[in-house]
Every structure is written in C-alpha cells, then in structure tokens.
C-alpha cells in the first residue's frame, strides 16, 4: 500500500489526482483541508506528500495576503514532510514566473517557493512541478481565473460571442490537458530531486486555440474583441521545456475534444 497526503484535493487538478490515485485500491490518500499555513498537527506517516493549495489568483488584489498564503503554506509543508525522511514532497509550481515582464505577486511567490525547495535539496526529496496553462474537468469553478479554453465553451454554450483581448491575438502560449498534468504529477514520484517543466512544448496563440474550440462545438462566432488592461504582467510566449522525459498523452486539438465530449 502506497500513501499519499494532498493539499488542494479540492481544487481544480487535486481532484483530478485523487480520481486517478483512486483507481488503485491499494492507495490510500488523505486530502488535507485544514489551513495549510498554520502547523500540521497530524503525525506524517505518508509516501508521497502534495501540494497543491494555493492562492492561483494572478489578479488577487493584496499582494502580503497572496505572499502569506502560498509562501507560509509551502515552509509548512517542508516542515512536515520532513518529520518522515521517507516522505516525499511533490508540489506545484507555475510557469507564470517565466517571461520578460513585470512579475505578479503570485508570480514571485511561486519563485520564492522554488528557491525554498533548491535550499532543501541535500536535505529531503523534493520535486516541483511548473504547470503551464492547464485546462479541463473540474475547473469552471476557477471562475475568472479559468482558462480560456473553458471560459470560451461556457460563452459559445451560452450563445454569446467569446471575448478576447485585441492585443493579445498572437499571444502563443503553451497548453495542457490536465489529464497530461496528473500523469507527470504520477511521474514525479520517480524523479530525482528538481524543477520540472509541465506543459505540452508547443506554444499555440490564443487565435489558433479559439478555432481548434470553435471547431469542436461546431460553432463560428466572431469574436468580441477588448483592451487588455494587464499588459504590464501578460506573458506574450510560454513553451515548456521537456527535456526530463515528459510526453504527453494528448494534443492540444485532442484534449479539447476528450473535455468537451466528456465532461
């Protein structure tokens, strides 16, 4: 038997880990849903520790309460995986800290965590996750921060015209289903101590994703075009670099249609 203790197994990709740790009987997993950035209190006697809570608001508008939040939540975890040295701690990153632009609260949070997580190299096992722009089940209800992959098909279900920002037309950003991140979140429990890049190394502009979700609905609604007021902090490019031994199971054009037809 295999344990597992997962922060964030209500959100948006921890349910979609526990659905798939699930399927084997012989795991036993424990969602934690207490405040992750007060003390564990609980005895670890778990395998595989992950963390996935986190403030994921890239707008969040008080930048001390997002650095609170994902910083002390993550020294929290490091404090208790290590009370187990067989424990190992697999967290999520965010590729939004890549790019030449002014970074985010949340961007630099995530930052300050993987510089955390190379201090403790020699000291734990340890592996981060920098997830790219991650779409599927389970994440309609991030509301505004959903992808637009999904905030696309909620408005052409709705008949309404799929808004996009004008200036961010050829915007090429790198997508993945989160089946795709489940498995590399399953691969990570071989991986040697690191930072890994999971996305799908293809970058796609948000015009091309807009056809591949028209295309799938069946719809061909012209788009209602707005100003992008965060300029400033957009990323224009993004690709994930692959070279740890990552592929993943679905293209993009694929897993638009497998969300789509099943969920």
Same mark, same amino acid.
């Given at each position: 038997? &295999?344990?597992?203790?997962?922060?964030?197994? !209500?959100?948006f990709i921890g349910r979609n880990l526990i659905n798939k740790l699930s399927e084997d009987p012989d795991n036993f997993y424990f969602p934690y849903e207490s405040n992750? !950035?007060?003390?564990?209190?609980?005895?670890?006697?778990? %395998?595989?520790?992950?963390? @996935?809570?986190?403030?994921? %608001? =890239? &707008?969040? +508008?008080?930048? $001390?309460?997002?650095?609170? #939040?994902?910083? @002390?939540?993550?020294?929290?975890?490091i404090k208790f995986t290590l009370k187990n040295s067989k424990s190992k701690l697999i967290y999520a990153s965010s590729a939004s800290q890549y790019g030449n632009y002014k970074k985010t609260a949340y961007a630099i949070s995530k930052i300050v965590c993987d510089d955390l997580a190379k201090f403790f190299f020699d000291k734990m096992k340890i592996v981060g996750l920098r997830f790219f722009n991650v779409f599927g089940k389970y994440e309609s209800k991030k509301g505004k921060m959903a992808s637009m992959i999904t905030q696309w098909k909620e408005q052409l279900k709705?008949?309404? &015209? +799929?808004? !996009?920002?004008?200036?961010? &037309?050829?915007?090429?950003?790198?997508?993945?289903?989160?089946?795709?991140?489940?498995?590399? @979140?399953?691969?990570?429990?071989?991986?040697? #101590?690191?930072?890994? %890049?999971?996305?799908?190394?293809?970058? =796609?502009?948000?015009?091309?994703?807009?056809? @591949?979700?028209?295309?799938t609905l069946g719809t061909h609604k012209k +788009?209602?075009? $707005? +100003?992008?007021?965060?300029?400033?902090?957009?990323?224009?490019? =993004?690709?994930? #670099?692959?070279?740890?031994g990552f592929k993943p199971d679905f293209t993009l054009q694929e897993g638009i249609k497998d969300y789509f037809q099943n969920y």
């Open positions: 038997m &295999r344990t597992f203790f997962i922060t964030g197994g !209500c959100g992750v !950035c007060e003390e564990i209190k609980i005895k670890n006697d778990f %395998d595989i520790i992950y963390h @996935l809570a986190a403030n994921t %608001d =890239t &707008r969040f +508008p008080n930048d $001390i309460e997002m650095f609170e #939040n994902n910083i @002390l939540s993550f020294l929290q975890i709705n008949n309404e &015209r +799929p808004t !996009c920002f004008f200036e961010g &037309r050829q915007v090429k950003r790198d997508h993945i289903y989160v089946k795709d991140v489940v498995k590399a @979140l399953v691969m990570a429990q071989k991986l040697k #101590n690191g930072i890994y %890049d999971v996305g799908s190394g293809k970058s =796609t502009s948000f015009d091309e994703v807009l056809k @591949l979700v028209q295309k +788009p209602n075009f $707005i +100003p992008n007021p965060y300029l400033a902090s957009y990323q224009k490019f =993004t690709k994930a #670099n692959l070279n740890w």
